[in-house]
């Protein structure tokens, strides 16, 4: 049998708060989400409860981190909670962007404009392709600043994520919510900048 395991909003400066969950990640064993993606029982739980987190939790922007070893279900079950009709209704634009391990931050938040433009049919700056990271950075900005957004970065490997991308995902205190899958513990502690974080992992019960 499975045990879900949810942690939740540690605050930006808590020091201590940051201390205690860094040496909580240090068990190995946490490290593991062992989902099976043929197990529809397996998903119920922690889909409800994202699902939840997503819809229902705060205005201010929030980092969901699901973190797990590869193979283990991370990128079904956040597909299925995108797919919720609740989650769909609740958010103004939903993105999936998967991560490689050599990421482009401009390539990145290119293809993320692009992506946003083509969801609601529109024609993204013609200039996209000539942008540097700063005038790409700014268009994410402007192009999410009013709107409900969730964004999924899927398949994240480096600690220095964060610090590339978080001033293009906007704080609109929205309740707008960003995705993390990761297999690395490491970069769910190098988003603690962000205001509030939820992280998710599980460990197999004997």
């Given at each position: 049998s499975e045990r879900y395991g949810f942690q939740r909003s540690f605050e930006q400066g808590s020091s201590s708060s940051i201390g205690s969950h860094k040496a909580k990640w240090n068990n190995p064993r946490l490290a593991?989400?062992?989902?099976?993606?043929?197990?529809?029982?397996g998903?119920?739980?922690?889909?409800?409860?994202?699902?939840?987190?997503?819809?229902?939790?705060?205005?201010?922007?929030?980092?969901?981190?699901?973190?797990?070893?590869?193979?283990?279900g991370k990128t079904t079950l956040v597909k299925k909670?995108?797919?919720?009709?609740?989650?769909?209704?609740?958010?103004?634009?939903?993105?999936?962007?998967?991560?490689?391990q050599s990421y482009n931050v401009e390539g990145l938040?290119?293809?993320?404009?692009?992506?946003?433009?083509k969801q609601k049919g529109g024609d993204p700056p013609q200039s996209i392709y000539q942008m540097d990271r700063g005038s790409l950075t700014d268009e994410v900005r402007n192009y999410?600043?009013?709107?409900?957004?969730?964004v999924v970065f899927d398949d994240v490997w480096s600690v220095h994520f964060w610090d590339d991308i978080e001033f293009a995902v906007i704080d609109n205190k929205n309740g707008s919510k960003i995705f993390i899958t990761t297999r690395n513990l490491d970069v769910v502690v190098s988003c603690k900048k962000s205001s509030f974080i939820e992280w998710m992992l599980s460990k197999r019960a004997h």
């Open positions: 593991a989400l062992y989902i099976e993606e043929a197990d529809v029982v998903f119920e739980a922690p889909q409800k409860r994202l699902i939840d987190w997503m819809v229902k939790g705060r205005d201010d922007r929030t980092v969901i981190s699901v973190v797990g070893m590869g193979g283990q909670v995108l797919d919720n009709k609740d989650v769909i209704g609740h958010f103004d634009c939903r993105v999936w962007i998967t991560v490689s938040l290119r293809d993320m404009l692009l992506k946003l433009y999410l600043q009013q709107k409900r957004y969730v």
